[in-house]
C-alpha cells in the first residue's frame, strides 16, 4: 500500500497544464497538488505541496530546468522528475537522463505515453515503500496523564520529520478528542472501522484512501469528532492497521491517549520508540512514576522508552536533577515552557515546526526529531 502520490506541474503555458490537470484528474493514485509558471515559483510550491513527482518543462531553459531538477532531487529525497518537452534532440534527452529524469515525455502530451509513464513511476515507488519495510520507525507519544503536552509535541514532531523530507504520517489514536486534526486544520470524514473489510481484515485501499495529507507533505489519519469509533475497531486490526502504515511510510508517529486500555498497549508494544512526556511537577511526577514501572514490567528498556520534559521553565520549583532522581530515570529531551507559540500555532492551525523555527518550543522539537532521521533519510537513530 502506497498513499496517493502528490504531483506538481512545472510549466509557462496555461494550455499544457490545463492538458496535465484533466488528464491526471481520472488517474487513481495520483493528485495533482499544485502548478507553477517558473522554476522560482516551482522552488516555492515544492517547499509547500511536498509532490513525489514534478512534470518539468524543458522548452524554455533546458539547462536552467535540468539543474533545477537536480539540485531539488538531493534535497527532497525519493522526488522524481519528469521532463516534458518538444524537443527529440538526443543531447538533451541525454542531459535530462543524467539529470536524474526519470521520464522524458514528448510535447504535445500524449495520453498513453503519460499513463504508461505513471503505471512505471507508481510502481517503483510501491517498489521503494516494499523494499523499505521493516525500516520504517513507530513513535508512540504517550503520558499517563493529560494536558502535558502529548498531542502537541507528536503534531510538531510528525511535521518536523515531513518538513525534513521524510515520507511520515500521523495517527490519532485518541479516538474520541480528535485534537490532532485540529492542529492541522483537517477535517477528517471517517471513522476508524470504515477501513476494516467485512471479513474483519484491514482493507488497505480504504486505509489508504482515509489518509489525509497537510501541506507539510505529513500523511493523517484519524476518526471525525465525537464518532465513537474506538469500540468498533479490536486491538487485532488496530496492530494490522499500524503494520501497515509502518510498511508504508518511513516513519509512524501516534498521539496516544492516556490511560493503558487495550489499543493502547497494542501501540506501545509495536513502537520502536516511546516518548514519555513529564513535566517538573509533583503530579506529574506520581503519573511518570507509575508509567515507567508499567513500562518496566512489560520489559521496556532505556532505548525504547525516552522521557521528554516539557513545558520546562525557571519558574519550575523542581529541578530536572530532583525529578530524575525521584522518577528514577534519565531525562532524554527538554522542551521550553511557551504559551503563546503554542496556542498562536494551534489557533492558527498551522503547526511550529513547519517553514521558519520561530519559537523555543518549534526548535527544541525539531532538533528532537534530528534523532529519529539517519543520514540516508529512513530509519530510527539508535
Ligand atoms: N511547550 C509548551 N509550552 C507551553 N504550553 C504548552 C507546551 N506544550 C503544550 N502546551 C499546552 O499544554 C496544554 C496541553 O497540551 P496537549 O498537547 O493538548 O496535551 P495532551 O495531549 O497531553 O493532553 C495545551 O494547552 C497546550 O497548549
Ligand atoms: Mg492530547
Same mark, same amino acid.
Given at each position: 500500500m502506497i498513499p496517493t502520490i502528490p504531483v506538481i506541474v512545472v510549466d509557462s503555458d496555461g494550455g499544457f497544464r490545463k492538458a496535465v490537470r484533466q488528464h491526471l %484528474?481520472?488517474?487513481? %493514485?495520483?493528485? +495533482?497538488?499544485g502548478e507553477a509558471e517558473n522554476l522560482v515559483a516551482a522552488q516555492e510550491l515544492l517547499l509547500k505541496t511536498r509532490p513525489r513527482l514534478v512534470l518539468l518543462d524543458l522548452s524554455t531553459k533546458p539547462e536552467e530546468a535540468l539543474s533545477s531538477a537536480e539540485k531539488w532531487r538531493n534535497e527532497f529525497p525519493g522526488l522524481k522528475v519528469f521532463a516534458t518537452s518538444a524537443s527529440k534532440k538526443p543531447d538533451l534527452i541525454l542531459s535530462a537522463m543524467r539529470a536524474g529524469v526519470s521520464e522524458y515525455l514528448s510535447k504535445p502530451l500524449e495520453v498513453n505515453e503519460l499513463r504508461t509513464a505513471l503505471d512505471r513511476i507508481m510502481r517503483e515507488i510501491e517498489t521503494e515503500a516494499v523494499h523499505s519495510q521493516g525500516t520504517g520507525q513507530m513513535i508512540a507519544v504517550f503520558s499517563k *496523564?493529560?494536558? @502535558?503536552g502529548v498531542t502537541t509535541l507528536s503534531v510538531n514532531l510528525a511535521v518536523a520529520l515531513a518538513a525534513a523530507g521524510q515520507q511520515a504520517v500521523i495517527a490519532? @489514536?485518541?479516538?474520541?478528542?480528535?485534537?490532532v486534526a485540529g492542529q492541522l486544520d483537517l477535517q477528517p470524514e471517517i471513522i476508524?472501522?470504515?477501513?476494516?473489510d467485512k471479513h474483519g481484515a484491514v482493507d488497505s485501499s480504504r486505509l489508504q484512501a482515509s489518509l489525509l495529507r497537510h501541506p507539510s507533505g505529513l500523511y493523517y489519519l484519524g476518526e471525525k469528532e465525537a464518532a465513537g469509533g474506538a469500540d468498533a475497531i479490536t486491538a487485532k486490526q488496530l496492530h494490522q492497521i499500524l503494520t501497515h502504515l509502518r510498511d508504508s511510510f518511513q516513519s509512524v508517529v501516534l498521539d496516544l491517549p492516556h490511560g493503558f486500555d487495550s489499543h493502547t498497549y497494542e501501540a506501545l508494544q509495536l513502537a520502536d520508540r516511546i516518548l514519555l512526556v513529564a513535566t517538573a511537577e509533583l503530579s506529574t511526577v506520581r503519573a511518570t512514576r507509575y508509567a515507567l514501572q508499567v513500562f518496566r514490567s512489560l520489559g521496556y528498556d532505556e532505548h525504547k522508552v525516552k522521557i521528554v520534559l516539557n513545558? +520546562?521553565?525557571? *519558574?519550575? +520549583?523542581?529541578s530536572e536533577e530532583q525529578f530524575c532522581e525521584t522518577v528514577g530515570y534519565p531525562v532524554s529531551f527538554r522542551i521550553p515552557s511557551d504559551y503563546r507559540s503554542v496556542i498562536e500555532a494551534v489557533n492558527g492551525g498551522e503547526?511550529?515546526?513547519?517553514? *521558519? +523555527? *520561530?519559537s523555543g518550543v518549534a526548535k527544541s522539537i525539531s532538533q528532537l526529531a534530528q534523532q529519529f532521521i539517519s543520514p540516508n533519510g529512513a530509519g530510527p537513530a539508535s
Open positions: %484528474g481520472g488517474v487513481a %493514485g495520483i493528485q +495533482l497538488v *496523564k493529560g494536558g @502535558l490519532d @489514536l485518541a479516538f474520541d478528542i480528535g485534537d476508524m472501522s470504515d477501513v476494516i513545558r +520546562l521553565s525557571r *519558574k519550575d +520549583l523542581i503547526p511550529m515546526t513547519m517553514g *521558519k +523555527l *520561530k
